[in-house]
Every structure is written in structure tokens, then in C-alpha cells.
């Protein structure tokens, strides 16, 4: 199971990006799949989460700026984030758990994709 995550990159502030992260490989199903980012010198927090039912939960933070969707067809989650400023430069990276097709569910990570907001 592979996360490829895309749409990263350098956005002025109060812009608008899109992120999309795209499951590939072997696997009988994909769970929650969500959005975590970390910023320079900071933990890893988490943004999103949706479940494969669209039931979505947001960093209180976050809300109202930022939506999570996805389309089970194309195992692709996205993340739209509106009104960037500069505490919103991290690198963000997707999860999901998945069954593979042999063995027990796990989670799985992508690679991470930077968006950088200047002001």
C-alpha cells in the first residue's frame, strides 16, 4: 500500500491550496483516512480525518478553513485549504489504515508534501 500525496508548494497568504493523496497497490479495503502536518520545530498534529462513510473530524483550529473529502472510487483523500497564512507552513502528510490482502490492518503513510505560505 503506497500514499502518494500532491499539491504542495509555495502559496501568498490568505490563497488557497488543494492537497490530494492517492492510494495505490494491493489492498481488500481502505478505513479513515486523514491529514497530519508538521510544522519546522513542532510535533506532528493532526488536521482531518474521514472515515470511508464521509464522517469527518478537524483540528478545532482548523475549522471553518480547511475541508477534507474524499472519493472511495479513486481511493483519494484531499484536503482544501482556504485563507493560508504563515502558522499553516508545515509539511502535511496522509494516513490511512487499510486491510492488504493478506495479514491484519495497518496504518500507512505517505511521503509528505510542503506548502509553504508567505506573507
Known amino acids: 500500500v503506497q500514499l502518494q500525496a500532491s499539491g504542495g508548494g509555495l502559496v501568498q497568504a490568505g490563497e488557497s491550496l488543494t492537497l490530494s493523496c492517492e492510494v495505490s497497490?494491493?489492498?481488500?479495503?481502505?478505513?479513515?483516512m486523514g491529514w497530519y502536518r508538521q510544522a519546522p520545530g513542532k510535533e506532528r498534529e493532526l488536521v482531518a480525518s474521514?472515515?470511508?462513510?464521509?464522517?469527518?473530524k478537524y483540528t478545532d483550529s482548523l475549522k471553518g478553513r480547511f475541508t477534507i473529502s474524499r472519493h472511495n472510487a479513486k481511493n483519494t483523500a484531499y484536503l482544501q485549504m482556504n485563507s493560508l497564512n504563515s502558522e499553516d507552513t508545515a509539511v502535511y502528510y496522509c494516513?490511512?489504515?487499510?486491510?492488504?490482502?493478506?495479514?491484519?490492518?495497518?496504518?500507512?503513510w505517505g511521503q509528505g508534501t510542503l506548502v509553504t505560505v508567505s506573507s
Open positions: 494516513t490511512t489504515n487499510a486491510w492488504p490482502l493478506i495479514g491484519k490492518e495497518e496504518i500507512y
Open positions: 497497490g494491493s489492498f481488500f479495503l481502505l478505513g479513515s
Open positions: 474521514i472515515t470511508r462513510g464521509g464522517v469527518t
